[in-house]
């Protein structure tokens, strides 16, 4: 403590004795009820997390596609099966530059924090300093016999302190450690974005390209149904309409090839700027075209209580929440006075010259008689704001309603969008049975038709039919789907997995680190452990270390 300090410093030239007179029983007197006062006293609300509603069972629960016991969902999506899935989910945690992004914001939060815990300490304290060659003027009154030459040096140190008597600067630090969990969090939300836009968009490419093979299969058989009708022409056993309705079909199959292309290129893009790499970096990695990743029979959805303590934009609204409740203290102090100690020690001397002897002579700068020194307490209290204060107060209060309100609104909400996906997944995959018996029967239709039609039983129209709706068919299995991995992704984001695979790992890159660390001293705060305050340590503390 700041006056602690001066008086050991102090006492080495016996002056203490000084400081024991009225003024000095005042200082100590204030600086130990501010003390007392500093250890009990915290205005503004406890923080006391909310009751949020959440479902009791999922709806589909009784669906045998379902399982709702207690699952780890830390790597999802392994049960697609699929190898190049499982590397590329990897690389784009390794690599991806948005989540690197959100790590660094975890770093920016610390050092917040390390902000918040230096304003316990004395928030101002500066040395001083200072050297000067001085003549006075012959002219000037009252100079004749002084010295009119001399250098002066001066060394000391000055500081004020705030004390913490309303808990101003402990309620800062729990908006910083809140703030820095909220940030963590936010990381871990960006994880889970992460790896479920990989795995939606994986799955886009493997739909894009198996529509692109169903289309050119598709083309083949127009073409040969072409040739059919050319021939009967020729043959004068049709007329030419056959032929140019099978031209028609056949060139309006071809036109959707581009669009699955662009598409399949698309996906790749995507795929390769989600790894942190340019367009095309990542092909080789992905290998040639591919089959939709197989769905497997069952899937585990968990129980409904583990949504909030899993989903990370839960946890991130609910820190949120945290950190304004704080402020509202932190705002609520300015109501009262504050207190104060403040004090400065140095030394002072210099060298003179007799203007009449015209001798120099020289004094220690680190003589007892040389040391000057002031300390003293204060208060001040913004009495006449106008309302400033109390208004602000209602601002806090009201940021703080509204962050609860996102709160409970952020955890229906992520109810909501489990129960879309799952109902997504049961009802696309239940289509796929469907269209897979459809397209069965639209192949058959195909080849009778083309048999009657080669038999002149039938017109062209009929295998034009046949044809044109067996296309539709199998596009629309492919993409059905590929709607079902969708669905599986989006309940799986929905769940809040994936974001468990950092464990312990560091929030960026070695390489950023090193980058950081070479132009910055961060000391050992961009270490994982560095960045999660320990749960022993009670926020309410009178003090804390800058750095723990």
Same mark, same amino acid.
């Given at each position: ?34 003390? $007392? ?10 923080? $006391? ?34 190898? #190049?899935?499982?590397?590329?989910? =990897? ?27 230096? @304003? ?17 003027? !012959? ?7 002084? *010295? ?16 913490? #008597?309303?808990? !101003? ?7 910083? %450690? ?24 994986? &799955? ?52 959707? &090839? ?24 990542? *092909? ?7 089959? &939709? ?20 934009? &839960?946890?991130?609204?609910? +820190?949120? /929440? ?40 020289? +004094?220690? /700068?680190? *003589? ?15 009495? @006449? ?25 952020? #955890? ?6 489990? =129960? ?18 459809? %397209? ?43 709607? %079902?991995?969708?669905?599986? #992704? ?26 950081? =660390? ?26 804390? !270390?800058?750095?723990?």
């Amino acid at each position: 403590m700041l006056t602690t300090a001066i008086i050991k410093r102090l006492s080495f030239v016996g002056l203490d004795r000084i400081l024991t007179g009225s003024i000095a029983s005042a200082t100590f007197g204030l600086l130990i009820v501010s003390l $007392v006062i500093s250890g009990c006293a915290m205005v503004g609300p406890d923080y $006391v997390k909310p009751e949020a509603p959440e479902p009791e069972q999922w709806l589909a629960s009784n669906e045998p596609e379902f399982k709702t016991q207690e699952t780890n969902f830390s790597d999802w999506w392994t049960v697609f099966n699929d190898p #190049v899935l499982n590397d590329l989910i =990897e690389a784009a945690y390794q690599q991806n530059l948005p989540l690197q992004i959100a790590g660094l914001r975890i770093y920016e939060a610390r050092a917040q924090l390390g902000i918040a815990f230096g @304003f316990q300490y004395p928030q101002t304290q500066q040395g001083l300093g200072s050297g000067s060659l001085n003549q006075v003027s !012959k002219n000037a009154p009252n100079v004749a016999a002084a *010295d009119r030459y001399f250098t002066a040096f001066d060394i000391g140190l000055d500081a004020a302190w705030e004390m913490d #008597v309303w808990g !101003k600067f402990r309620r800062a630090v729990q908006t910083g %450690v809140a703030n820095l969990e909220a940030s963590i969090a936010d990381y871990d939300d960006v994880l889970v974005s992460l790896t479920s836009e990989v795995a939606r968009t994986f &799955i886009q490419l493997r739909t894009s390209e198996e529509r692109l093979e169903v289309a050119r299969e598709n083309v083949k058989l127009q073409k040969r149904s072409l040739e059919i009708a050319e021939v009967r022409f020729k043959a004068g056993a049709v007329t030419e309409l056959d032929v140019t309705q099978a031209r028609s079909l056949l060139k309006s199959t071809e036109a959707t &090839i581009p669009g699955f292309q662009t598409d399949v290129r698309q996906a790749q893009n995507a795929l390769a700027i989600l790894l942190g790499k340019l367009p095309g970096e990542i *092909d080789a990695m992905l290998g040639g075209p591919g089959l &939709i990743p197989e769905i497997p029979a069952e899937v585990a959805v968990g129980i409904p209580t583990e949504l909030l303590r899993r989903r990370p934009d &839960i946890r991130f609204a609910e +820190r949120q /929440l945290a950190a304004q409740s704080a402020q509202i203290g932190f705002a609520k102090a300015d109501l009262f006075p504050h207190f104060s100690l403040f004090g400065t020690l140095g030394f002072e001397t210099g060298d003179y010259t007799d203007s009449r002897s015209n001798n120099s002579k020289a +004094r220690d /700068l680190f *003589d007892k008689d040389s040391m000057y020194y002031s300390a003293g307490a204060g208060f001040n209290w913004d009495i @006449f704001n106008y309302g400033r204060i109390t208004n602000n107060v209602r601002v806090a209060d009201a940021r703080f309603q509204e962050l609860a309100v996102n709160y409970e609104d952020t #955890v229906i909400r992520a109810a909501q969008e489990v =129960e879309d996906a799952m109902v997504g997944f049961q009802q696309s995959h239940d289509a796929v049975f469907f269209l897979a018996d459809a %397209v069965k029967a639209s192949k058959r239709s195909v080849e009778l038709s083309m048999i009657q039609y080669r038999e002149g039983l039938v017109d062209y129209q009929r295998v034009l039919d046949t044809q044109r709706f067996l296309t539709e068919q199998q596009d629309d299995l492919v993409f059905t789907a590929g709607s %079902v991995g969708l669905n599986l #992704v989006a309940m799986y984001r929905a769940l809040g997995g994936g974001w468990q695979i950092r464990g312990g790992n560091d929030f960026i890159p070695t390489s950023l680190k090193k980058e950081m =660390e070479n132009r910055t001293n961060w000391g050992n705060i961009l270490s994982p452990k560095k960045t999660e305050y320990p749960p022993s340590q009670d926020v309410k503390s009178i003090f804390h !270390k800058p750095d723990w």
